[in-house]
């Protein structure tokens, strides 16, 4: 039983253990946010999105390790693309959370970026085929890739270390009908928006 349950590390190439580096510094980002909202320490929060851009670096080096050792797989796609939903989809959404984009219009625009970025990827996975011309390299991203919601995390990065979290927020609060909203949350909207884009193309490096 033990062999049987560890042959599928065996199974694991060099770039698939890079991606789930990425995968860890996502689930720790989503705990460091928790950390904050039950004690309030704003270095738990700004330590969750450090570990941000280290998800990037190490979603960055998988890539580029799987085409150093040719070792590119379908396993790998997919571990890809699941370290990916937690980095850069449910990790950014809950630190924006605990950073104050709590209202009930805060939590549908939040829940819409992360299923704006579970379709970007499962539809990258399906299309990828295609679009590599029969290649081994896709030439070009169809909307924008899920990662870019790094820059999310580093405009929450600077509210945070100013203090701008919670009541202070930047923009402020609008009651709209039963619920709260902060205008902030709308870069979310856009960022979703922009991955699930069909007509914007952007050239794979």
Not at 24 to 29: E, I, M, N, R, S
Not at 76 to 97: N, Q
């Amino acid at each position: 039983m033990p062999r049987r349950h560890f042959s599928m590390l065996r199974e694991f190439h060099l770039a698939d253990w890079f991606t789930l580096g990425n995968a860890f510094c996502g689930t720790g980002a989503i705990f460091a946010a928790m950390r904050f909202l039950q004690d309030g320490v704003v270095n738990d929060l700004l330590i969750g999105m450090a570990l941000i851009p280290l998800a990037f670096i190490f979603d960055a080096l998988d890539g580029r390790v799987a085409r150093w050792r040719k070792s590119a797989s379908t396993l790998g796609r997919e571990l890809d693309s699941l370290a990916d939903v937690i980095s850069f989809g449910v990790a950014p959404a809950a630190l924006a959370y605990a950073c104050g984009l709590q209202g009930g219009w805060d939590w549908i625009v939040l829940s819409y970026f992360v299923v704006c970025g579970v379709s970007r990827l499962a539809r990258y996975n399906v299309t990828a085929e295609a679009l590599s011309g029969g290649d081994d390299k896709v030439k070009y991203f169809e909307g924008t890739p899920i990662p870019t919601s790094l820059v999310l995390v580093i405009v929450l990065a600077v509210a945070a270390s100013q203090g701008a979290i919670g009541p202070n927020l930047w923009l402020g609060m609008v009651q709209l009908g039963p619920w709260q909203f902060h205008p902030l949350v709308l870069m979310f909207a856009l960022s979703g928006s922009l991955m699930i884009s069909k007509t914007l193309r952007i050239p794979k490096p």
